[in-house]
Protein backbone atom coordinates (compact mmCIF):
# COMPACT_ATOMS: atom_id res chain seq x y z
CA UNK A 1 0.00 0.00 0.00
CA UNK A 2 1.39 3.11 -0.94
CA UNK A 3 2.09 6.48 0.69
CA UNK A 4 -1.54 9.08 -0.25
CA UNK A 5 -0.37 11.64 -2.11
CA UNK A 6 -1.07 15.15 -1.00
CA UNK A 7 -1.97 18.86 -2.00
CA UNK A 8 2.10 19.18 -1.70
CA UNK A 9 3.27 16.40 -3.60
CA UNK A 10 1.14 17.28 -6.76
CA UNK A 11 2.29 21.32 -6.48
CA UNK A 12 5.81 19.82 -6.34
CA UNK A 13 4.84 17.75 -9.23
CA UNK A 14 3.21 20.58 -10.76
CA UNK A 15 6.01 22.65 -10.69
CA UNK A 16 8.51 20.35 -12.11
CA UNK A 17 6.17 20.21 -15.57
CA UNK A 18 6.53 24.26 -15.54
CA UNK A 19 10.26 24.30 -14.81
CA UNK A 20 10.71 21.16 -17.78
CA UNK A 21 8.60 24.11 -20.03
CA UNK A 22 10.55 26.78 -18.82
CA UNK A 23 14.08 24.79 -20.01
CA UNK A 24 12.54 23.64 -23.55
CA UNK A 25 11.75 27.22 -24.07
CA UNK A 26 15.16 28.08 -23.07
CA UNK A 27 13.85 30.65 -20.16
CA UNK A 28 15.19 31.26 -16.36
CA UNK A 29 13.63 29.02 -14.20
CA UNK A 30 14.56 31.06 -11.11
CA UNK A 31 11.29 32.95 -10.69
CA UNK A 32 9.64 29.64 -10.98
CA UNK A 33 11.70 27.52 -8.43
CA UNK A 34 10.69 30.60 -6.18
CA UNK A 35 7.55 30.52 -6.25
CA UNK A 36 7.39 26.92 -6.18
CA UNK A 37 9.28 27.27 -2.85
CA UNK A 38 6.58 29.36 -2.15
CA UNK A 39 3.94 27.27 -2.74
CA UNK A 40 4.87 24.40 -1.02
CA UNK A 41 5.62 26.47 1.60
CA UNK A 42 2.46 28.22 2.19
CA UNK A 43 0.56 24.32 2.08
CA UNK A 44 3.13 23.27 4.91
CA UNK A 45 3.15 26.63 7.40
CA UNK A 46 -0.19 27.27 6.34
CA UNK A 47 0.35 30.92 7.49
CA UNK A 48 1.69 33.62 4.73
CA UNK A 49 4.68 34.12 7.00
CA UNK A 50 5.76 30.71 7.26
CA UNK A 51 5.85 30.58 3.23
CA UNK A 52 7.44 33.92 2.68
CA UNK A 53 10.31 32.87 5.39
CA UNK A 54 10.38 29.57 3.71
CA UNK A 55 11.81 31.03 0.52
CA UNK A 56 14.78 32.58 2.07
CA UNK A 57 15.51 29.32 4.77
CA UNK A 58 15.66 27.32 1.78
CA UNK A 59 18.03 29.00 0.06
CA UNK A 60 20.32 29.23 3.81
CA UNK A 61 19.81 25.42 3.32
CA UNK A 62 21.30 24.90 -0.68
CA UNK A 63 23.67 27.58 -0.13
CA UNK A 64 25.17 25.99 2.69
CA UNK A 65 24.69 22.08 0.89
CA UNK A 66 26.58 24.11 -1.69
CA UNK A 67 28.97 25.91 -0.23
CA UNK A 68 31.84 23.53 -0.51
CA UNK A 69 31.47 23.02 -4.15
CA UNK A 70 31.32 26.97 -4.77
CA UNK A 71 34.71 27.52 -2.30
CA UNK A 72 36.40 25.00 -3.88
CA UNK A 73 36.03 26.70 -7.56
CA UNK A 74 36.46 30.24 -6.08
CA UNK A 75 40.05 28.89 -4.63
CA UNK A 76 41.09 27.21 -8.02
CA UNK A 77 39.98 30.09 -9.92
CA UNK A 78 41.95 32.17 -7.69
CA UNK A 79 44.91 30.14 -7.84
CA UNK A 80 44.46 30.06 -11.40
CA UNK A 81 44.90 33.63 -11.65
CA UNK A 82 48.34 34.48 -10.34
CA UNK A 83 49.78 30.85 -11.98
CA UNK A 84 48.57 32.64 -15.54
CA UNK A 85 49.72 35.84 -14.19
CA UNK A 86 53.10 34.46 -13.42
CA UNK A 87 53.51 32.55 -16.59
CA UNK A 88 53.52 29.30 -14.11
CA UNK A 89 50.95 27.94 -15.92
CA UNK A 90 53.08 28.17 -19.93
CA UNK A 91 56.22 26.81 -18.11
CA UNK A 92 54.26 23.65 -16.70
CA UNK A 93 52.76 23.00 -19.77
CA UNK A 94 55.17 24.25 -22.17
CA UNK A 95 57.26 20.58 -22.31
CA UNK A 96 54.45 18.33 -23.04
CA UNK A 97 54.43 20.46 -26.86
CA UNK A 98 57.20 18.53 -27.58
CA UNK A 99 55.20 15.55 -28.53
CA UNK A 100 52.81 17.57 -30.89
CA UNK A 101 54.36 16.54 -33.94
CA UNK A 102 51.15 15.74 -36.40
CA UNK A 103 47.74 16.76 -36.30
CA UNK A 104 47.03 13.92 -34.98
CA UNK A 105 49.16 13.99 -32.15
CA UNK A 106 48.15 17.52 -31.47
CA UNK A 107 44.78 16.76 -31.01
CA UNK A 108 44.59 13.77 -28.83
CA UNK A 109 47.48 15.78 -26.73
CA UNK A 110 45.58 19.05 -26.65
CA UNK A 111 42.24 17.15 -25.01
CA UNK A 112 43.93 14.69 -22.73
CA UNK A 113 46.24 17.61 -21.42
CA UNK A 114 43.22 19.75 -20.96
CA UNK A 115 40.96 16.98 -19.69
CA UNK A 116 43.90 15.95 -16.79
CA UNK A 117 44.16 19.75 -16.00
CA UNK A 118 40.56 20.49 -15.87
CA UNK A 119 40.17 17.41 -13.39
CA UNK A 120 42.06 19.46 -10.73
CA UNK A 121 41.88 23.00 -11.89
CA UNK A 122 38.31 22.58 -13.29
CA UNK A 123 37.49 23.37 -17.24
CA UNK A 124 37.05 27.77 -16.77
CA UNK A 125 40.24 28.06 -15.39
CA UNK A 126 41.97 25.44 -17.61
CA UNK A 127 40.94 26.62 -20.81
CA UNK A 128 43.23 29.61 -19.98
CA UNK A 129 45.79 28.14 -18.01
CA UNK A 130 46.31 25.25 -21.04
CA UNK A 131 45.00 26.69 -24.29
CA UNK A 132 47.42 29.83 -24.52
CA UNK A 133 50.09 27.77 -24.54
CA UNK A 134 49.37 24.54 -26.43
CA UNK A 135 47.21 26.11 -29.08
CA UNK A 136 50.44 27.67 -30.95
CA UNK A 137 52.42 24.51 -30.89
CA UNK A 138 48.49 22.56 -32.31
CA UNK A 139 48.52 25.19 -35.51
CA UNK A 140 52.33 24.76 -36.34
CA UNK A 141 52.06 21.05 -36.82
CA UNK A 142 48.85 21.57 -38.99
CA UNK A 143 45.68 20.79 -36.36
CA UNK A 144 42.67 23.69 -37.07
CA UNK A 145 42.15 25.96 -34.68
CA UNK A 146 38.65 24.72 -34.95
CA UNK A 147 39.39 21.05 -34.10
CA UNK A 148 41.69 22.23 -31.31
CA UNK A 149 38.94 23.96 -29.87
CA UNK A 150 36.48 20.55 -30.29
CA UNK A 151 39.21 18.84 -28.29
CA UNK A 152 39.21 21.57 -25.46
CA UNK A 153 35.65 21.83 -25.54
CA UNK A 154 35.14 17.30 -25.33
CA UNK A 155 38.17 16.69 -23.10
CA UNK A 156 37.54 19.29 -20.42
CA UNK A 157 33.96 20.83 -20.57
CA UNK A 158 32.90 16.44 -21.60
CA UNK A 159 34.81 14.35 -19.67
CA UNK A 160 36.69 16.12 -16.93
CA UNK A 161 33.20 18.15 -16.10
CA UNK A 162 30.98 15.17 -16.64
CA UNK A 163 33.19 13.07 -14.21
CA UNK A 164 34.76 16.03 -11.83
CA UNK A 165 36.34 13.06 -9.80
CA UNK A 166 38.75 15.38 -8.00
CA UNK A 167 36.61 18.30 -7.11
CA UNK A 168 33.58 16.47 -7.23
CA UNK A 169 31.43 19.34 -7.01
CA UNK A 170 28.80 17.93 -10.06
CA UNK A 171 28.49 14.27 -8.34
CA UNK A 172 27.74 16.24 -4.68
CA UNK A 173 24.74 18.15 -6.36
CA UNK A 174 23.29 15.01 -8.18
CA UNK A 175 23.67 12.82 -5.24
CA UNK A 176 22.77 15.16 -2.66
CA UNK A 177 19.31 15.51 -4.86
CA UNK A 178 19.09 11.65 -5.28
CA UNK A 179 19.43 11.00 -1.72
CA UNK A 180 22.97 8.82 -2.52
CA UNK A 181 26.33 8.90 -1.41
CA UNK A 182 28.62 10.84 -3.78
CA UNK A 183 30.69 8.06 -3.80
CA UNK A 184 28.21 5.83 -5.03
CA UNK A 185 27.01 8.39 -8.18
CA UNK A 186 30.64 8.77 -9.06
CA UNK A 187 31.10 5.02 -8.86
CA UNK A 188 28.56 4.29 -11.54
CA UNK A 189 29.04 7.33 -13.33
CA UNK A 190 32.72 5.57 -15.06
CA UNK A 191 31.79 3.41 -17.35
CA UNK A 192 29.20 6.29 -18.74
CA UNK A 193 31.55 8.70 -18.77
CA UNK A 194 34.01 6.47 -20.70
CA UNK A 195 31.78 5.29 -22.86
CA UNK A 196 30.39 8.90 -23.54
CA UNK A 197 34.23 10.40 -24.12
CA UNK A 198 35.02 7.49 -26.16
CA UNK A 199 32.38 7.60 -28.54
CA UNK A 200 32.32 11.69 -28.48
CA UNK A 201 36.15 12.24 -29.09
CA UNK A 202 36.60 9.56 -31.39
CA UNK A 203 33.51 10.54 -33.88
CA UNK A 204 34.72 14.50 -34.07
CA UNK A 205 38.38 13.09 -34.89
CA UNK A 206 36.63 11.02 -37.36
CA UNK A 207 34.79 13.54 -38.87
CA UNK A 208 37.32 16.12 -38.72
CA UNK A 209 40.15 14.03 -40.66
CA UNK A 210 36.50 13.31 -43.16
CA UNK A 211 35.88 16.55 -43.98
CA UNK A 212 39.43 17.40 -44.72
CA UNK A 213 39.73 15.35 -47.18
CA UNK A 214 37.04 16.39 -48.53
CA UNK A 215 37.67 19.59 -48.47
CA UNK A 216 34.67 20.38 -46.80
CA UNK A 217 35.83 21.87 -43.56
CA UNK A 218 35.51 25.11 -42.72
CA UNK A 219 37.48 26.65 -39.79
CA UNK A 220 34.86 29.08 -38.68
CA UNK A 221 37.69 31.87 -37.91
CA UNK A 222 36.64 34.72 -36.63
CA UNK A 223 39.06 38.22 -36.09
CA UNK A 224 39.17 39.35 -32.64
CA UNK A 225 40.84 42.87 -32.37
CA UNK A 226 43.82 43.34 -30.12
CA UNK A 227 45.45 40.71 -27.55
CA UNK A 228 47.02 37.51 -27.80
CA UNK A 229 45.24 34.11 -27.55
CA UNK A 230 46.51 33.86 -23.96
CA UNK A 231 44.33 36.84 -22.99
CA UNK A 232 41.57 36.63 -25.29
CA UNK A 233 40.97 33.17 -23.08
CA UNK A 234 41.67 34.60 -19.62
CA UNK A 235 39.40 37.25 -20.17
CA UNK A 236 36.50 34.99 -21.39
CA UNK A 237 36.93 32.80 -17.96
CA UNK A 238 36.71 36.51 -15.50
CA UNK A 239 40.69 35.90 -15.03
CA UNK A 240 41.50 39.09 -17.24
CA UNK A 241 45.13 39.58 -17.18
CA UNK A 242 46.60 42.75 -16.13
CA UNK A 243 49.24 45.03 -18.19
CA UNK A 244 52.36 44.16 -17.22
CA UNK A 245 52.17 41.00 -15.53
CA UNK A 246 54.29 39.93 -13.06
CA UNK A 247 56.98 37.39 -14.31
CA UNK A 248 59.17 35.46 -11.69
CA UNK A 249 62.45 34.06 -11.87
CA UNK A 250 62.59 31.80 -14.80
CA UNK A 251 64.39 29.06 -12.40
CA UNK A 252 62.02 29.71 -9.95
CA UNK A 253 59.05 29.38 -12.58
CA UNK A 254 60.36 25.84 -13.29
CA UNK A 255 60.65 25.13 -9.69
CA UNK A 256 56.78 26.16 -8.87
CA UNK A 257 56.09 24.65 -12.28
CA UNK A 258 57.41 21.06 -10.88
CA UNK A 259 55.83 21.33 -7.59
CA UNK A 260 52.26 22.46 -8.15
CA UNK A 261 51.97 19.24 -10.39
CA UNK A 262 53.63 16.94 -7.60
CA UNK A 263 51.52 18.43 -4.50
CA UNK A 264 48.05 18.06 -6.57
CA UNK A 265 49.35 14.31 -7.48
CA UNK A 266 49.95 13.65 -3.76
CA UNK A 267 46.70 15.16 -3.08
CA UNK A 268 45.40 12.37 -5.09
CA UNK A 269 47.70 9.13 -3.11
CA UNK A 270 46.57 10.57 -0.13
CA UNK A 271 42.69 10.00 -1.10
CA UNK A 272 43.40 6.68 -2.04
CA UNK A 273 45.49 6.12 0.51
CA UNK A 274 43.55 7.03 2.94
CA UNK A 275 39.87 6.81 1.40
CA UNK A 276 39.28 10.42 1.16
CA UNK A 277 35.67 10.97 -0.52
CA UNK A 278 33.47 13.56 -1.17
CA UNK A 279 33.87 16.69 0.77
CA UNK A 280 37.39 15.30 2.66
CA UNK A 281 38.65 15.32 -1.10
CA UNK A 282 37.66 18.51 -1.64
CA UNK A 283 39.07 19.89 1.29
CA UNK A 284 42.31 18.33 0.78
CA UNK A 285 42.69 19.99 -2.64
CA UNK A 286 41.01 23.54 -1.95
CA UNK A 287 43.60 23.35 1.24
CA UNK A 288 46.25 22.72 -1.09
CA UNK A 289 45.48 25.34 -3.04
CA UNK A 290 45.56 28.17 -0.94
CA UNK A 291 48.63 27.20 0.23
CA UNK A 292 50.13 27.06 -3.29
CA UNK A 293 48.24 30.78 -3.74
CA UNK A 294 49.60 32.16 -0.97
CA UNK A 295 53.07 30.97 -1.78
CA UNK A 296 53.65 31.73 -5.38
CA UNK A 297 52.21 35.62 -4.93
CA UNK A 298 54.46 36.43 -2.08
CA UNK A 299 56.86 34.98 -4.03
CA UNK A 300 55.59 36.83 -7.05
CA UNK A 301 54.26 40.72 -5.08
CA UNK A 302 56.84 40.61 -2.31
CA UNK A 303 56.07 43.37 -0.27
CA UNK A 304 52.64 44.02 -1.61
CA UNK A 305 51.67 39.80 -1.34
CA UNK A 306 49.60 40.35 1.57
CA UNK A 307 47.37 42.80 -0.07
CA UNK A 308 47.29 40.84 -3.09
CA UNK A 309 46.00 37.05 -1.32
CA UNK A 310 43.05 39.11 -0.49
CA UNK A 311 42.74 40.61 -3.75
CA UNK A 312 42.67 37.40 -5.82
CA UNK A 313 40.91 35.43 -3.02
CA UNK A 314 37.99 37.95 -3.82
CA UNK A 315 38.30 37.81 -7.55
CA UNK A 316 37.77 33.93 -7.33
CA UNK A 317 34.58 34.47 -5.10
CA UNK A 318 33.06 36.63 -7.51
CA UNK A 319 33.83 33.94 -9.73
CA UNK A 320 32.45 31.53 -7.66
CA UNK A 321 28.85 33.28 -6.79
CA UNK A 322 28.24 34.50 -10.46
CA UNK A 323 28.94 30.43 -11.68
CA UNK A 324 26.78 29.48 -8.74
CA UNK A 325 24.48 32.31 -7.93
CA UNK A 326 21.70 31.06 -10.83
CA UNK A 327 21.68 27.23 -9.11
CA UNK A 328 20.84 28.28 -5.72
CA UNK A 329 17.37 29.26 -6.14
CA UNK A 330 16.89 25.84 -8.40
CA UNK A 331 18.75 24.08 -5.89
CA UNK A 332 16.45 25.07 -2.84
CA UNK A 333 13.36 23.89 -4.80
CA UNK A 334 14.64 20.37 -5.57
CA UNK A 335 16.21 19.91 -1.99
CA UNK A 336 12.15 20.34 -0.67
CA UNK A 337 11.70 17.05 -2.56
CA UNK A 338 13.88 15.16 -0.02
CA UNK A 339 15.24 16.11 3.81
CA UNK A 340 15.48 19.76 3.14
CA UNK A 341 11.11 19.47 3.61
CA UNK A 342 11.37 18.28 6.98
CA UNK A 343 13.86 20.07 8.22
CA UNK A 344 11.99 23.37 7.48
CA UNK A 345 8.44 22.86 7.55
CA UNK A 346 8.39 20.37 10.44
CA UNK A 347 6.40 16.96 9.86
CA UNK A 348 3.46 18.35 7.71
CA UNK A 349 3.45 15.01 5.25
CA UNK A 350 1.78 11.85 5.86
CA UNK A 351 3.01 9.21 8.23
CA UNK A 352 5.11 6.86 6.00
CA UNK A 353 6.63 9.32 4.19
CA UNK A 354 10.45 9.38 2.61
CA UNK A 355 10.04 12.85 1.15
CA UNK A 356 7.63 14.15 -1.73
CA UNK A 357 10.16 12.51 -4.58
CA UNK A 358 10.18 9.30 -3.16
CA UNK A 359 6.63 9.24 -2.67
CA UNK A 360 6.32 10.25 -6.34
CA UNK A 361 8.27 7.41 -7.03
CA UNK A 362 6.30 4.51 -5.52
CA UNK A 363 2.98 6.03 -6.34
CA UNK A 364 4.16 6.46 -10.05
CA UNK A 365 5.31 2.65 -9.95
CA UNK A 366 2.08 1.60 -8.85
CA UNK A 367 0.62 3.37 -11.70
CA UNK A 368 2.98 3.12 -14.48
CA UNK A 369 4.96 0.44 -16.11
CA UNK A 370 8.75 1.50 -15.81
CA UNK A 371 11.51 -0.43 -16.83
CA UNK A 372 15.22 0.63 -16.56
CA UNK A 373 15.86 0.99 -20.32
CA UNK A 374 12.56 3.95 -20.12
CA UNK A 375 14.12 5.22 -17.38
CA UNK A 376 17.62 5.57 -19.08
CA UNK A 377 16.20 7.22 -22.14
CA UNK A 378 14.02 9.31 -19.80
CA UNK A 379 17.05 10.59 -17.91
CA UNK A 380 18.84 11.06 -21.11
CA UNK A 381 16.26 13.31 -22.50
CA UNK A 382 15.61 15.03 -19.10
CA UNK A 383 19.25 15.70 -18.26
CA UNK A 384 19.49 16.87 -22.04
CA UNK A 385 16.48 19.35 -21.61
CA UNK A 386 18.27 20.81 -18.21
CA UNK A 387 21.67 22.19 -20.41
CA UNK A 388 19.93 23.92 -22.50
CA UNK A 389 20.33 26.83 -20.52
CA UNK A 390 23.45 26.71 -21.15
CA UNK A 391 24.32 25.74 -17.37
CA UNK A 392 25.29 22.61 -16.79
CA UNK A 393 25.21 22.79 -13.30
CA UNK A 394 21.94 24.58 -13.04
CA UNK A 395 19.60 21.51 -13.70
CA UNK A 396 22.02 18.38 -12.89
CA UNK A 397 19.21 19.06 -9.04
CA UNK A 398 16.57 18.12 -11.35
CA UNK A 399 18.32 15.23 -13.08
CA UNK A 400 19.49 13.48 -9.80
CA UNK A 401 15.30 14.24 -8.41
CA UNK A 402 14.07 12.62 -11.39
CA UNK A 403 16.75 9.78 -10.97
CA UNK A 404 15.74 9.25 -7.46
CA UNK A 405 12.13 9.16 -8.44
CA UNK A 406 12.31 6.48 -10.87
CA UNK A 407 14.57 4.45 -9.06
CA UNK A 408 11.82 3.98 -6.39
CA UNK A 409 9.60 3.28 -9.42
CA UNK A 410 11.86 0.63 -10.89
CA UNK A 411 13.03 -0.56 -7.48
CA UNK A 412 17.09 -0.24 -9.27
CA UNK A 413 19.27 1.97 -10.66
CA UNK A 414 19.20 4.96 -8.73
CA UNK A 415 22.91 5.63 -8.62
CA UNK A 416 22.94 4.37 -12.35
CA UNK A 417 20.46 6.73 -13.56
CA UNK A 418 21.48 9.92 -11.30
CA UNK A 419 24.39 9.62 -13.38
CA UNK A 420 23.34 8.87 -16.62
CA UNK A 421 21.19 12.54 -15.99
CA UNK A 422 24.77 14.19 -15.04
CA UNK A 423 26.01 13.12 -17.72
CA UNK A 424 23.74 14.18 -20.24
CA UNK A 425 22.69 17.14 -18.50
CA UNK A 426 26.76 18.59 -18.20
CA UNK A 427 27.58 17.23 -22.12
CA UNK A 428 25.12 19.77 -23.65
CA UNK A 429 25.02 22.72 -20.97
CA UNK A 430 28.07 22.59 -19.53
CA UNK A 431 30.06 23.64 -22.93
CA UNK A 432 30.06 21.76 -25.53
CA UNK A 433 26.46 22.59 -27.43
CA UNK A 434 25.01 25.59 -26.30
CA UNK A 435 26.99 28.44 -28.38
CA UNK A 436 26.67 31.13 -25.34
CA UNK A 437 28.58 28.50 -23.02
CA UNK A 438 30.90 27.78 -25.43
CA UNK A 439 32.31 31.21 -25.89
CA UNK A 440 35.88 30.81 -23.35
CA UNK A 441 37.35 27.40 -25.88
CA UNK A 442 36.07 29.63 -28.90
CA UNK A 443 37.49 33.59 -27.64
CA UNK A 444 40.96 31.52 -26.78
CA UNK A 445 41.26 29.97 -30.27
CA UNK A 446 39.83 32.52 -32.27
CA UNK A 447 36.38 30.73 -33.89
CA UNK A 448 33.18 31.02 -34.22
CA UNK A 449 31.00 29.35 -30.64
CA UNK A 450 28.16 28.81 -33.29
CA UNK A 451 30.89 27.07 -35.97
CA UNK A 452 32.19 25.05 -32.75
CA UNK A 453 28.64 24.10 -31.50
CA UNK A 454 27.88 22.76 -34.87
CA UNK A 455 30.48 20.63 -34.96
CA UNK A 456 30.49 19.00 -31.50
CA UNK A 457 26.60 18.45 -31.95
CA UNK A 458 26.93 15.31 -33.90
CA UNK A 459 29.35 13.69 -31.90
CA UNK A 460 27.77 14.68 -28.91
CA UNK A 461 24.80 13.18 -29.98
CA UNK A 462 25.93 10.07 -30.84
CA UNK A 463 27.55 9.69 -27.80
CA UNK A 464 24.53 10.23 -25.59
CA UNK A 465 22.89 7.46 -27.59
CA UNK A 466 25.64 4.91 -26.82
CA UNK A 467 25.40 5.97 -23.02
CA UNK A 468 21.81 5.50 -22.72
CA UNK A 469 22.46 1.50 -24.34
CA UNK A 470 25.40 1.21 -22.13
CA UNK A 471 22.64 2.53 -18.79
CA UNK A 472 20.00 0.28 -19.96
CA UNK A 473 21.88 -2.85 -19.27
CA UNK A 474 23.90 -1.25 -16.11
CA UNK A 475 20.24 -0.39 -14.05
Not at 69 to 82: C, H
Request: hydrophobic residues 55%; aromatic residues 8%.
Amino acid sequence: MGIQLTAIHWVYLTFIVFIMVLLVRRRDTTMICVAGIFALGLLAAETLSGSVSGIFNSFVYATKELLGTIMIISIIVAMSRILIITGVNETMVAPLTRFMRTPAMAYWGIGLIMMVTSFFFWPSPAVALVGAVLLPAALRVGLPALGAAVAMNLFGHGIALSGDYIIQGAPKLTADAAGLPVSSVMEASIPLVIVMGLVTTVAAFWMMRRDQKNGTWSDGLVSVKGSTGKLRGAEAEGLAVEEGPVLLDARLRRALAIAIPLLFLLDVAAMFALGLQGGDATALVGGTAVLILITVTLLAHRSKGLEKITSYLIEGFVFGFKVFGPVIPIAAFFYLGDAAFTGLFGQVLPDGSHGIVNDLGVALANHVPLNGSVGAITLTVIGAITGLDGSGFSGISLAGSIARLFAAAIHSGAATLTALGQVAAIWVGGGTLIPWALIPAAAICGVSPFELARRNLKPVLLGLAATTVVAMFLV
